[in-house]
Nanobody, 116 residues
Framework: QVQLVESGGGLVQPGGSLRLACAAS????????MSWYRQAPGKEREFFAR????????TYANSMKGRFTISRDNAKNTVYLQMNSLKPEDTAVYYC?????????WGQGTQVTVSS
């Protein structure tokens, strides 16, 4: 079955960096786009970034441009999110998502906390 497993979250000081990873299995990863979302405390889950199957097309939410980079390694069935210059308002649970067979699949999420 489809599985998405995020990793790389943790506690980081303001201005720091983290690299999140989402390992995928159970579907032909290189044929499908992948997305990152995040959900901050008390807020709805929001779209963050999307990368096409081969990585040729990347879309970011307008509010996310500049500090974050989505990428993928199809040989490793993994999508990444590089986050730089982190701010306290980036504190959230970060999720990866794909759509396969008309069904949305989500990982369990990884917590990112930005605090001094």
């Amino acid at each position: 079955q489809v599985q998405l497993v995020e990793s790389g979250g943790g506690l980081v000081q303001p201005g720091g960096s983290l690299r999140l990873a989402c390992a995928a299995s159970g579907f032909p990863f290189s044929d499908y786009a992948m997305s990152w979302y995040r959900q901050a405390p008390g807020k709805e889950r929001e779209f963050f970034a999307r990368i096409s199957s081969r990585g040729g097309t990347i879309t970011y939410a307008n509010s996310m441009k500049g500090r974050f980079t989505i990428s993928r390694d199809n040989a490793k069935n993994t999508v990444y999110l590089q986050m730089n210059s982190l701010k306290p308002e980036d504190t959230a649970v970060y999720y990866c998502k794909t759509q396969f067979g008309g069904i949305d699949y989500w990982g369990q999420g990884t917590q990112v906390t930005v605090s001094s």
